[in-house]
């Protein structure tokens, strides 16, 4: 039998379970905090920052945040949501995203979040930097270009052995997301669809098969991210 | 070679936490880490290529590429440019006849820029095949490669000049100086050594040293400022097989080199601070984070502890306490600035990339292996020792009431005596200015460029943790210096090259504000690129660590505390520009078909 906890949630009261999140017990009470690099079964680790709240005057990140008794928690601020636009902005000018042609679009995380948070044009420069493709895979393209570096696939995707597919190089600027050459060659048919599905992106792409479900008829084609949790 | 790696990884028990070991020893071996060695790498220690490789790309030192025989990290501090790096950086690449970044076509001497090595006070600076060579001018930059052409080894070099001190000592024998200006209660030579261990601990409770540690008031002296006592309380209380003492020696912040005196003239108290903190807290196993750049002094430091454990103040039964073991092993690290925050370090002790843990858990409860784990800075360690010795009231004298105690500060930049000056809290700017004989300052970095650019109706402050915290870096300008180009293009650059990029925010905020920067300082900006700068630095914020959080610091506190600057070289008469220069971006095609830019609207 699990304790039950109340927290509030921008002055909303809600119940949930010792030793949840603060993003878990959210979204089991229909509220919606943003995610990126947070994915299920999954360690969390607070990469992308887009979930961060308010908590005492301090940011944290609720993905990594267990929530307490008595915890009040600023989320749907204006505040908030102007960093969560900026992150979003980031995400764009600092990569190559084209979605109108992307296999991804309109099951795009990002691309979701950027409408959901009325994105027009971001308020940075674009960087327009120069990123590489990796197709050495027989089931799998790494396109850095449109990569968000959330380790969702460092974290998901291993062997038998807990051997990572995917693994961070460099540091900063720099840091990309490489797939292992060797493993990336042996890699099952399966296990790369799994790595796609688990990419936010449409940084890690299934070889073959593009576009089996129309542009117009994809998951955030009809219902805004975030609507499937919201009461 | 594969004999080699296998002989390596047995030699740390197969271990992959220990894998920044492993690389030190095979880099040491082979000169590098190529790719067949990380693929048997991998093999041997069940983890894929690329996350070796994750390590391997994440610290500077370590390379995957053939080095040279003899190479050369030329220092790339803002004190160094200040001190004439450019000449040195261009007489060492006339002499060898390649850029820096390249390495010369026989393989004998690579040229590289490396973040600041902890030499503020005697720059230009360079580490050549991990010595120190300080001081450097382009006439003995051009004397080194021509002794090293004709066939010299670099330990010969440096015979020429040594410094002072334990320096001087034939198991360092490094061209380092302390420049030790100013010694208070922590430098004063009344430690007798060992004499907590040997007579304070084994009459004193683990809880009733706790007690006067917390009654002293000390709070961290690496910046963050958390009250020690309270930190060992945590540590002790926590739940686990083994508790862990962590020293922090991975000074990175640049400008300051305080930890780098003290582990040269007083490594025994350090060592004896990390023993006390071992028994409060009741740990077994101390573990001391060298910079690598401090490298030189690993052999030196690592014979005081074999005394130590030859006099049992390491080991078992430590002075005769039935139940107290306790030993300390020195990790070196390969290059990394965020190392120095803990939770990053202990993932590097961890053999990974330096990383840091969001939080909580906080280390207290489970760092290094997961678990209780104190990590404290050199200094703090250092003062623990005369805490104990001369009781809580004695230290409650010193500094003020916010602030306790004294500070050791690495003073460098635009002043007669740069050095180590250890001062009470709650000594004045202005006095500090004066203290190291500076003249004509413009402008003074407290905290180094994750601290604040303070300008003269600043100078009346004082340092404490309440208005003025510091790790101790302080790095002075004089008026004749362009505070924008050299400083604060500098500190920028350093957060873009240490981030280690996993939040969306520091890996790509920085960047921006460059952009940024640049773009006012090459006289393109207008009056709203200041505001942008200051509001886009917020997002900032919401980084999960402190380097993070104060990456935008140099940006940000030079507009407030230098505003005038940015107003004269922005655009008056416009109000946008979009930055972008037809001119130049065309320059390299126009050479290429050999023909001149020419526009009309220039006519």
Redesign the interface.
């Given at each position: 039998m699990t304790n039950k906890i109340k927290i509030k949630i921008d002055g909303k009261e809600i119940i949930t379970d010792q030793g949840k999140t603060i993003v878990e017990a959210a979204h089991e009470n229909g509220i919606f905090i943003p995610t990126l690099c947070n994915f299920a079964g999954a360690l969390p680790k607070g990469c992308c920052r887009m979930c961060t709240i308010k908590i005492n005057n301090r940011f944290m990140t609720s993905c990594t945040t267990p929530a307490a008794h008595g915890m009040e928690v600023e989320n749907n601020t204006n505040e908030i949501n102007d960093f969560r636009k900026g992150i979003i902005e980031l995400l764009f000018v600092s990569g190559n995203h084209f979605c109108p042609s992307c296999e991804k679009s309109g099951n795009c995380e990002l691309q979701a979040l950027a409408y959901r948070y009325q994105m027009m044009v971001p308020r940075f420069p674009y960087d327009f930097p120069m990123k590489s493709v990796d197709g050495s895979s027989p089931y799998i393209i790494k396109d850095q270009n449109r990569c968000i570096l959330c380790k969702r696939c460092i974290k998901t995707i291993k062997d038998d052995l807990g051997r990572h597919y995917f693994a961070f190089k460099e540091r900063g600027h720099k840091l990309e997301v490489l797939l292992d050459e060797k493993m990336g060659k042996e890699i099952s048919s399966a296990l790369a669809k799994k790595a796609m599905e688990n990419c936010p992106v449409g940084s890690i792409i299934f070889k073959e098969v593009g576009f089996e479900v129309p542009i117009g008829q994809r998951k955030y084609d009809h219902k805004p991210i975030g609507s499937e949790i919201e009461n | 070679m594969k004999d080699r790696i296998i002989e390596i990884i047995s030699k740390y028990n197969g271990d992959s936490t220990r894998l920044m070991d492993i690389l030190h020893d095979i880099q040491a071996h082979a000169g590098y880490i190529d790719e067949t060695t990380i693929?048997f790498l991998?093999d041997k220690l069940?983890?894929?290529?690329?996350?070796i490789?994750?390590t391997v790309?994440?610290y500077h030192f370590y390379s995957d590429k053939p080095l040279a025989k003899v190479n050369i990290y030329l220092n790339d501090s803002v004190t160094a440019n200040m001190n004439g790096r450019k000449e040195v950086l261009k007489a060492f690449e006339d002499a060898c006849g390649i850029k820096i970044g390249g390495v010369t076509t026989d393989g004998n001497i690579g040229l590289f820029s490396t973040s600041c090595i902890g030499m503020n006070d005697q720059e230009p600076a360079a580490i050549i095949n991990d010595r120190v060579f300080t001081r450097l001018t382009a006439y003995r930059a051009k004397q080194i490669i021509n002794a090293l052409k004709q066939g010299q080894q670099v330990q010969e070099l440096v015979v020429e000049e040594c410094g002072d001190g334990n320096n001087a000592l034939p198991i360092i024998d490094a061209m380092v100086y302390n420049n030790i200006r100013r010694k208070g209660a922590l430098l004063s030579h009344d430690y007798p050594l060992f004499a907590v261990i040997k007579d304070i601990l084994p009459k004193t409770s683990s809880e009733e040293i706790t007690d006067i540690i917390t009654e002293s008031n000390i709070r961290g002296r690496g910046g963050a400022g958390f009250p020690t006592g309270l930190k060992w309380k945590f540590g002790s209380r926590a739940k686990g097989e083994h508790r862990i003492i962590i020293c922090n020696a991975d000074e990175g912040e640049p400008g300051t080199f305080k930890d780098r005196v003290l582990l040269t003239e007083y490594p025994e108290m350090v060592f004896e601070g990390m023993v006390t903190a071992g028994y409060a807290v009741g740990a077994d196993i101390g573990l001391l984070y060298l910079r690598y750049e401090y490298k030189y002094l690993l052999v030196y430091l690592n014979g005081i502890l074999e005394n130590m454990r030859k006099n049992n103040f390491l080991g078992q039964s430590i002075a005769g306490i039935g139940d107290f073991d306790f030993d300390i092993r020195i990790q070196l690290g390969a290059g990394?600035y965020?190392c120095g925050e803990e939770s990053a370090l202990i993932e590097s002790l961890e053999g990974k990339?330096g990383e840091p843990r969001?939080k909580?858990p906080f280390p207290v409860e489970k760092g290094y292996l997961n678990l209780p784990t104190v990590v404290n800075n050199v200094e703090t360690l250092a003062t623990v020792v005369k805490i104990i010795k001369n009781g809580a009231a004695w230290y409650n004298q010193l500094g003020n009431k916010d602030s306790v105690g004294t500070k050791l500060l690495s003073i460098s930049g635009d002043c007669r005596f740069p050095g180590i000056y250890e001062v009470e809290w709650g000594l004045k700017i202005s006095d500090i200015l004066a203290m190291c004989g500076a003249n004509e300052v413009q402008a003074i970095q407290v905290g180094g460029p994750s601290g604040t650019l303070l300008g003269e109706k600043d100078f009346d402050r004082e340092l404490s943790y309440s208005d003025l915290p510091t790790g101790g870096s302080m790095i002075v300008f004089n008026k004749n210096r362009d505070l924008l180009s050299e400083v604060v293009l500098n500190f920028i650059n350093f957060f873009?090259?240490?981030?280690?990029?996993?939040?969306?925010?520091c890996?790509?905020?920085?960047?921006?504000l460059r952009?940024k920067l640049l773009k006012v300082i090459t006289g393109r900006g207008v009056k709203n690129d200041i505001e942008?700068m200051v509001n886009?630095a917020?997002?900032l914020?919401?980084?999960?660590c402190g380097l993070g959080q104060t990456a935008a610091n140099p940006i940000v506190s030079s507009i407030r505390n230098f505003r005038h600057l940015y107003d004269a070289l922005v655009q008056k008469e416009i109000e946008y520009d979009s930055?972008f220069s037809l001119e130049t971006s065309v320059l390299e095609s126009c050479k290429a078909v050999r023909r001149q830019p020419l526009f009309h609207h220039n006519a």
């Open positions: - | 693929a991998a069940t983890l894929s290529a690329a996350q490789k994750e790309s994440f990394a965020i990339r969001d909580p873009i090259e240490e981030s280690c990029g996993t939040c969306s925010t890996r790509n905020m920085p960047y921006v952009g942008d886009w917020n997002l914020k919401v980084s999960r930055g």
